[in-house]
C-alpha cells in the first residue's frame, strides 16, 4: 500500500483545511487508518484514528471537537478535516495504516504503512 497525503498549507488560526491521505491498491478496506503529526523539534504524535468499516474513532484531546477524521472506502482515500486551528497544530501530518486499529496507538511501533508527510502551518 502506498499512501499519498495532500492538503497542508499555510491558514490563519481561526481557519480550516481539510487533508486527504490517498491510498493505492484494492486492499484499502482492510486496513485501519490514522493521521499523526510532528510538530517542530517534538516527537509524532496521534492525532486521530479510524477502523477498517469507519466505525469506531479515536482523537486525541488536544484535537478533539475540531478535528473529524473520515474515509470513503471506495475511493481508498481518508480524510482530517481540521477545524479552529491553532499555532499548535503546526505540524507535519502524516497518515498511515495498518491491519490492527491498535496499533495505530502507538506512533513509535511497527506501523505497515506510512505516507510522506504534509505540512499544515497556522499563524496566529
Known amino acids: 500500500v502506498q499512501l499519498q497525503a495532500s492538503g497542508g498549507g499555510l491558514v490563519q488560526a481561526g481557519g480550516s483545511l481539510r487533508l486527504s491521505c490517498a491510498a493505492s ?3 484499502f478496506g482492510l486496513y485501519s487508518m490514522g493521521w499523526f503529526r510532528q510538530p517542530p523539534g517534538r516527537e509524532r ?3 486521530a484514528l479510524i477502523s477498517r468499516s469507519g466505525d469506531q474513532t479515536y482523537y486525541a484531546d488536544s484535537v478533539k471537537g475540531r478535528f473529524v477524521i473520515s474515509r470513503d472506502n471506495a475511493k481508498n482515500t481518508v480524510y482530517l ?3 479552529s486551528l491553532k499555532s499548535e497544530d503546526t505540524a507535519d501530518y502524516y497518515c498511515a495504516a495498518d491491519s490492527s486499529f491498535i496499533h495505530l496507538r502507538n506512533p513509535k511501533g511497527n506501523i505497515d504503512y506510512w505516507g510522506k508527510g504534509t505540512l499544515v502551518t497556522v499563524s496566529s
Open 81 to 83: 478535516q481540521m477545524n
Open 45 to 47: 504524535e496521534t492525532v
Open 25 to 27: 491498491g484494492r486492499t
